[in-house]
């Protein structure tokens, strides 16, 4: 009995001295809601960015916008600053303080920086169209310029950008004439088609490191495979350019969509990303926005007309990123803009206006888009969704 008393005295003594010490709550993981964009994206190694306006980065009556664009995002892109009419607007004479800007601020965020872009028939600064048009610009010289200019912004920026969009909508579409597809732009024109090789090549010597993309619109899915799909067009290209040795490592499919067309599910989409990765490129979506048309019942509210607008942009930005996540190789998702009050789209789409086409509306609201967005990114897992594949750069 007292052997057992004196036990039970230690049993009581022990249980004491437990219930003193305070009981540590388990801390709660954050609810999908409380997480960023970027947080859910690590889970699958890929990288979510947005194209980035500086003057609104810079904008200190608009502080909100660099908020979210350095806490919902792991990648950024220049939106117009590292074009060629922005770097370079007077022949030998750069421009880096806008680019530079937008790459200390990704460096402080740790976040990537795609380029973009080296090549482009568009937003060409003056002194070069117009020297190509009265004849004081060869062809010969006009190559040596552009071998010039990529080899002088590559390496300016040489380990600091993960993505270059070396060359970009090259090829031409199947409203235009002829309906078969073929090189478009001034560069075709002009330098014929090797200009897209050279510029991979040129690229390549200037960075080692960065990883190299062909990059268009309209071609998330394949078509008949005929002469006038595009999509095709674009992978027989990169299928003989990466035949030949060219050093390319990648596509970028855009992703510039509208909620007034006939678009895609994620099976076609995913078709096309397998194809590009059964040639050994990775692939990224690069400009992602869906825009819808304004008409006067979306501007005056009606919710009848904006509702299924919502819904169905919703359903597209959804649609390219379940693919880009069940295809290893897929290795960004890059929207175009995020917020309405910095789009691109109305001043480019007024007749009939469109716009809606980010995932934050004009007041920095989140809508149904980037809801399902971040759904996505949270429910997506295995046998289905696994991590990326790193890409390494061509020789």
């Known amino acids: 009995m007292k052997r057992f008393l004196t036990a039970g005295a230690g049993v009581l003594m022990l249980a004491g001295t437990l219930n003193a010490v305070p009981v540590q709550a388990e801390e709660r993981p954050p609810t999908v809601a409380e997480q960023s964009l970027r947080a859910l994206a690590a889970r699958h190694d890929l990288a979510i960015g947005t194209a980035v306006d500086t003057d609104a980065l810079r904008d200190a009556a608009d502080p909100q916008y660099r908020a979210l664009a350095a806490s919902q995002f792991s990648s950024v892109t220049a939106e117009n600053v590292m074009k060629w009419e922005s770097l370079e607007p007077t022949r030998g004479t750069y421009n880096w303080g806008p680019a530079d800007e937008l790459i200390e601020f990704a460096r402080k965020n740790r976040q990537q920086v795609r380029g973009h872009v080296l090549v482009w028939q568009n937003q060409l600064p003056a002194w070069l169209t117009q020297g190509v048009s009265d004849g004081t610009i060869g062809k010969e010289q006009l190559r040596d310029i552009l071998r010039n200019h990529i080899t002088t912004v590559v390496k300016r920026f040489k380990g600091k950008i993960s993505q270059w969009d070396v060359v970009n909508e090259a090829a031409s579409d199947p409203w235009d004439t002829p309906s078969s597809i073929h090189l478009k732009g001034f560069w075709a024109q002009h330098l014929g088609p090797g200009y897209i090789a050279d510029a991979f090549r040129w690229a390549r010597a200037a960075d080692p490191d960065a990883l190299l993309f062909y990059n268009d619109y309209n071609i998330e899915a394949f078509g008949d495979r005929g002469p006038s799909d595009k999509t095709w067009y674009v992978y027989t290209m990169a299928r003989r350019l990466r035949a030949s040795g060219v050093p390319i490592d990648g596509v970028g499919s855009q992703g510039h969509l509208g909620t007034q067309y006939g678009n895609y599910d994620a099976l076609q989409v995913l078709e096309v990303l397998d194809a590009f990765s059964d040639l050994g490129l990775a692939t990224a979506f690069t400009e992602v926005d869906v825009r819808s048309q304004m008409t006067d019942g979306v501007r005056a509210g009606d919710s009848n007309e904006i509702n299924p607008r919502l819904q169905a942009s919703a359903s597209n930005y959804s649609v390219l990123l379940q693919a880009c996540l069940a295809n290893?190789?897929?290795?960004?998702?890059?929207?175009?803009?995020?917020?309405?009050?910095?789009?691109?789209?109305?001043?480019?789409?007024?007749?009939?206006?469109?716009?809606?086409?980010?995932?934050?509306?004009?007041?920095?609201?989140?809508?149904?888009?980037?809801?399902?967005?971040?759904a996505d990114l949270a429910f997506s897992g295995p046998p289905y969704v696994l991590p990326r594949v790193s890409q390494k750069p061509r020789r």
């Open 328 to 374: 290893r190789r897929c290795l960004s998702y890059t929207v175009w803009g995020f917020t309405d009050r910095h789009s691109w789209v109305p001043g480019w789409f007024s007749d009939p206006p469109e716009g809606m086409a980010t995932l934050y509306d004009e007041s920095y609201r989140p809508k149904r888009a980037y809801n399902v967005v971040k």
